[in-house]
């Protein structure tokens, strides 16, 4: 099993003055495989995937990703250096795409390096030359079939910010993904949509799994998408890690019932809520 | 080490400080709360400098300059009065249709605000520098080592002790009162503030006057402790104070008092010790070195970037 | 008018009471800068009054008001026309007295010219005529239908401009070429032609950094200085000539913007201005300093002109072993020829500049500046460098900027640090945004606009400041994002540019 671990995430501690966001985390994800991240609001989630993707510098801790060629430690890499090469790529909470450029345009902006490289940084890009043009049409034709992948096809010419919601977060996805990662970073990706676009996401981040063997951290309050996609549940409670297994396991460790549901008996749950958490599997 | 002249460096260096702190209060006040940098404050303070002089010569033709409280009084009263009115409508003219709007939007209308101003002063009352006599005169001769006096002029304390009281009095305008809660709430969350029963508008304003009512203290202030003024001043003042509420931490007031006295020690020593000419540079050096190093300033918090 | 304040949310009493409170404040912000003078005499300051500033100053905040009240409470067209033409004149009026700062009690100065003689009868009735004209018909009425029609033209003017842009700028361009052809003759045409192209280069040099990477630089003015400086000091010193010279100021400016945005492009919005900013006047201050360089405040003269691509001479007396340009070509010497050469070089200069910028959109470099001004944090999670990619942008702006300085010494053949001052980037900036950030057309216009008509109108020089500084800020309220503020998509999957202007229209 040790050459299908995708990223080790080890002792990490994240400090903020006196608060402890993240407290001596370890854990693993592998290739081709979806890791949830679950946990109360505040629990630190958002955290983990700062300090993978640079965002913040860790107070403490080895982030190790097994990329094709080798290990690369996350946390003496420079934050837009991450993305870079197979690295990792993510979306965010709060849906940041370039909303005054087009859907395609996004989709563009996102293989700059490459296209950077073949335009031999604008010379011969402003020259004309063939080589820029045909990296050009090449990053047009991932551009596509993402567009294809995400159903934005028609919507190409759109101004991001136009686009519903729901279409704005298959968006960012696509977009992540055209930075070629081996790594993907979900955070929230199915807050806000309805129960259908919620269905069709979990098409697309299986596809992301097993067409593209890209392997993906998901965090998400929504148990519905996470019990169904994915295959290794984390969960965090005040930073700290207090399960860990696959979703079946997890879902009926009373530490993580604790956790979401505060220190009452299980029977004193009002139904709605255990059958909105969907922790009961007899409340199907 | 000739400890008379550092001395006397230190004074000049404190009183030119307190002006530029007095001025940066503005800029602090208004940045904490809207989050924009005011670029006509600098001219707000060449109008209360224009009030101050005004004011002092229709006293004089009033035949009433020699009763030198009262002219004081007035020149402080008039001027920060009048002042104010225009630290007011320049926010209701060019700043507030722009809230909310485009970042840069009201940067660049207060830049074109600054120019007007400007130039409004300019054609009105002419571009030539206008002189002033001296009004506090005479001071205290501290120390005298033979070949240099060190002077303490009634006028430097004069600037020194009418800061500190104005900074306590605002201080405590902010800390204790409704209205400094208001605008401690506004800074938190506009739009909260504002379903809150906070006036938001109103709060806003008023911290544009109080700002303008500082700038034109520190107006008259030059007026008297320099004696000449002209429609140009506002320009460096408005940087430099600028530079002083970025040093002391923007959205500080202890912050803005403290970067003023820092530039104006600086400025005095600079040109006490080195080269007069380039004093200008070293405060914006200082402003560059600040923002690389400690971008949230000596006092201030850093800013988290929330992802 | 009484009906239609009756049908209205505010009352005549509050009415008043809000004109009162804006009479009161216009009196106090008047009372002392615009109502008292301060003269110099040799006895010292003096003062003179002028209450008629004050009262018309007093005046037209009230009538002002009025017609923001007006317009408030939706009262007719025709009342609202009336009003501005009336505050129209009123701001006219005060305008004459502040120049002429003569004692008109009696009569008001329009009355005076519109009755001086019968063309100036018909010049003030055309005035009125075309005031209340634009009045009337600029304004917005209740009727839903008007306002649909008013939507629909603005919208098919827009559609027409997006779609053929190219074809604007085509006969742009086609005019400025032949404009020599029409003024060849006329020296002062030419000369004007020539610094609005100056601007027009800075404008496109700087929508580089402001308008594409969204990057606020109130010290362009410095790469300008330095540019301009290092041709005066390379053609002074080492005797190199001007086509030399041209790049390596290019490059020097550029480095200097290298070195200037390593250390602060990392900063915020309005945090960049103001260092940038600083970084302006810390060049001027060294300029005027410098004394053995720059020649301090006296600054540099007698600059090299430009030769003919080093093949001829514009000069009239031409130095031993070199031709005339008249000679070269079989023409008579005419002093029109090294103008209109000048004015082609600056045009050439400008043609690149925007060559280049339009060229660099379209390139991953141009892109990625623009989702740098959308988001920074996204372009860091997508591997953009956000450190390199606006120094770059700081970088080939200033290059720009160089060029132009390096035009801008060998025009004039003389510079001093009086012409880099602040003011110069504030107009710099200005022309962009007033253009609409990003619009290469849009800097073209406001060029016209803010340099053109001013050099125009010579005799308002002493207002031309005023003026601008009051239009910067108008132009800000009434369109925050420029005049021509639309942003073209740099490549397109579906559709033409046309449908998609189309589209965004619906
Ligand atoms: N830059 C920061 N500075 C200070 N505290 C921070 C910072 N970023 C996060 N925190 C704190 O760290 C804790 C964890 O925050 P985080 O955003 O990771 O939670 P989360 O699990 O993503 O919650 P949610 O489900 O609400 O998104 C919170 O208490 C938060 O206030
Ligand atoms: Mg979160």
Same mark, same amino acid.
């Given at each position: ?8 995430? *080890? ?12 407290? &001596? ?7 081709? *495989? ?37 290990? %690369?430690?996350?946390?003496? $890499? ?91 977060? %298959? ?16 955070? *929230? ?18 596809? #992301? ?21 994915? &295959? ?25 019932? %604790? ?26 | 080490? /000739? ?79 009048? $002042? ?5 409508? +320049? ?40 002189? !002033? ?58 739009? !909260? ?29 030059? $007026? ?5 003024? /002209? ?77 | ?8 949310? $505010? ?27 301060? +003269? ?24 002002? %008001? ?64 075309? #005031? ?118 290019? #490059? ?113 470099? =141009? ?7 959308? /988001? ?65 057309? =849009?800097?073209?216009?406001?060029? #016209? ?58």
């Amino acid at each position: 099993m040790t050459d299908n671990k995708l990223l080790e995430v *080890e002792h990490l501690t994240m400090r903020f003055g006196g608060l402890v966001a993240i407290d &001596d985390l370890s854990f693993m994800a592998n290739k081709r *495989e979806i890791t949830a991240i679950i946990g109360p609001n505040g629990a630190g989630k958002t955290t983990v995937f700062n300090c993978l993707t640079g965002f913040y510098v860790p107070t403490e801790g080895r982030l190790t990703l097994h990329a094709d060629d080798g290990p %690369r430690l996350l946390e003496r $890499t420079e934050g837009f250096r991450i993305p870079r090469n197979k690295g990792v790529a993510r979306t965010f909470q709060n849906i940041r795409l370039f909303t005054g450029m087009t859907v395609l345009e996004n989709l563009i902006v996102a293989q700059h390096n490459r296209l950077m490289e073949a335009s031999a940084f604008s010379l011969a890009g402003l020259f004309n030359l063939g080589r820029y043009a045909k990296a050009e049409s090449e990053a047009i034709e991932t551009a596509k079939f993402w567009l294809n992948k995400v159903g934005l096809y028609e919507q190409a010419d759109w101004h991001a910010g136009n686009l519903p919601y729901g279409s704005q977060r %298959r968006l960012e996805i696509a977009r992540a993904m055209c930075t070629d990662p081996s790594l993907l970073c979900l955070d *929230e990706p199915a807050a806000g949509l309805n129960p259908r676009e919620s269905a069709e996401l979990n098409v697309l981040l299986q596809s #992301i799994r097993d067409d593209q063997g890209v392997g993906c951290l998901l965090i998400e309050h929504d148990m519905s998408v996470v019990m169904q996609i994915s &295959d290794h549940v984390i969960v965090l409670d005040y930073g700290k890690k207090i399960a860990d297994g696959d979703p079946d396991a997890v879902k009926n460790d009373p530490a993580v019932i %604790r956790a979401y549901l505060g220190e009452e008996e299980d029977d004193e749950l009002p139904p709605e809520v255990a059958a909105d958490l969907h922790l009961d599997p007899n409340a199907h | 080490m /000739d400890w008379a002249y550092f001395l006397q460096q230190l004074i000049n260096g404190l009183t030119l400080g307190a002006i530029y702190g007095l001025i940066a209060i503005g800029y602090t006040m208004v940045y904490g709360i809207i989050g924009m940098i005011n670029f006509a404050h600098g001219e707000i303070y060449m109008l209360g400098a224009f009030h101050s002089l005004i004011t002092f010569l229709i006293c004089q033709a009033a035949g009433i300059s020699g009763i030198l409280p009262l002219t004081l009084l007035l020149m402080l009263f008039v001027s920060m009065v009048l $002042t104010s009115i225009y630290g007011w409508g +320049v926010e209701r003219v060019a700043y507030r249709p722009l809230r909310g709007s485009f970042r840069l939007a009201a940067l660049i209308s207060a830049i074109g605000m600054s120019i007007f101003l400007q130039n409004f002063v300019q054609i009105s009352q002419g571009a030539r520098v206008k002189p !002033m006599q001296p009004l506090v005169e005479g001071g205290i001769t501290l120390m005298d080592n033979g070949k240099f006096d060190v002077q303490l002029s009634y006028m430097q304390i004069v600037i020194i002790v009418l800061t500190l009281v104005l900074m306590v009095v605002f201080s405590l305008l902010i800390a204790k009162t409704s209205l400094g809660r208001a605008q401690r709430a506004c800074e938190q969350d506009r739009t !909260m503030a504002g379903l809150l029963g906070v006036n938001v508008d109103r709060t806003i304003s008023t911290t544009f006057v109080m700002g303008a009512a500082l700038a034109s203290v520190a107006g008259m202030m030059v $007026t008297l402790y320099y004696g000449v003024i /002209d429609f140009y001043i506002g320009f460096l003042a408005g940087v430099k104070a600028f530079t002083a509420a970025v040093l002391g931490g923007i959205g500080s007031l202890p912050g803005a008092m403290l970067g003023g006295l820092l530039i104006g020690l600086i400025e005095a020593f600079w040109s006490g010790y080195l080269t007069i000419e380039y004093k200008d540079v070293a405060t914006f050096g200082i402003l560059v070195l600040v923002l690389i190093f400690r971008p949230w300033g000596l006092l201030g918090k850093p800013e988290v970037e929330k992802v | 008018m009484a009906s239609a304040f009756a049908s209205s949310r $505010t009352n005549g009493p509050e009415v008043v009471k809000e004109l009162a409170f804006f009479a009161v404040i216009a009196l106090m912000m008047s009372v002392m800068i615009l109502g008292v003078e301060t +003269v110099d005499r040799p006895t010292g300051l003096e003062l003179a009054v002028r209450w008629d500033l004050v009262l018309l100053a007093i005046g037209s905040t009230v009538v002002g %008001r009025l017609g923001l009240i007006f317009r408030r409470e939706n009262i007719s067209r025709l009342g609202q026309a009336i009003l501005i033409t009336v505050s129209a004149v009123a701001v006219f009026e005060m305008f004459v007295r502040f120049r002429d700062m003569d004692d008109r009690w009696a009569s008001p100065v329009f009355l005076d010219m519109a009755f001086s003689s019968v063309v100036s009868v018909i010049v003030s009735i055309a005035f009125l005529a075309i #005031i209340f004209a634009a009045a009337y018909f600029s304004m917005k009425d209740k009727t839903a239908v008007e306002v649909d029609e008013s939507a629909k033209l603005s919208s098919k003017i827009q559609l027409m401009y997006r779609s053929n842009t190219k074809k604007i700028g085509l006969i742009g361009i086609i005019f400025f070429i032949i404009f020599p052809f029409i003024f060849g003759e006329d020296r002062s045409a030419i000369d004007l032609a020539t610094l609005v192209m100056i601007y027009i280069m800075l404008g496109w040099g700087l929508n580089i950094v402001v308008g594409l990477a969204g990057l606020l630089d109130l010290g362009y003015v410095a790469f300008y200085a330095v540019g301009a400086y290092s041709y005066a000091l390379l053609s002074q010193n080492f005797d190199l000539s001007f086509w030399l010279c041209l790049p390596l100021a290019g #490059i020097f400016a550029a480095s200097f913007g290298i070195v200037l945005g390593f250390p602060v492009l990392r900063l915020r919005g309005d945090y960049l201005a103001i260092v940038t900013l600083g970084f302006g006047e810390i060049i001027r201050v060294v300029l005027i300093n410098w004394y053995d360089l720059t020649g301090g405040p006296d600054g540099i003269s007698s600059i090299e002109r430009p030769s003919f691509f080093g093949m001829a001479e514009f000069s009239r007396r031409v130095p031993e072993g070199s031709i005339g340009f008249g000679e070269l070509f079989g023409m008579d010497y005419s002093s029109m020829h090294r103008l209109i050469f000048l004015y082609y070089l600056i045009l050439a200069l400008a043609l690149v500049t925007n060559f280049v910028t339009m060229r660099l959109r379209k390139l991953p470099i =141009g892109r990625a500046w623009e989702a740098l001004r959308e /988001d920074e944090i996204a372009c860091r999670s997508l591997g953009i460098n956000p450190t390199n990619t606006k120094l770059s942008a700081f970088a080939i702006g200033a290059m720009f900027g160089g060029f132009a300085g390096a035009f801008f010494a060998t025009r004039q053949g003389f510079i001093s640090p009086e012409s880099f001052t602040f003011l110069e980037s504030a107009v710099i900036l200005a022309i962009v945004v007033l253009g609409g950030m990003g619009s290469q057309i =849009g800097v073209v216009l406001a060029a #016209i606009v803010m340099i053109g008509f001013p050099e125009m109108f010579r005799e308002l020089a002493e207002y031309r400041m005023l003026i601008f500084g009051a239009g910067i800020v108008a132009i800000m309220l009434w369109r925050p994002r420029g005049l021509l503020s639309f942003r073209d998509p740099t490549i397109l999957l579906n559709m033409s540019q046309k449908e998609k202007v189309a589209g965004e229209m619906k």
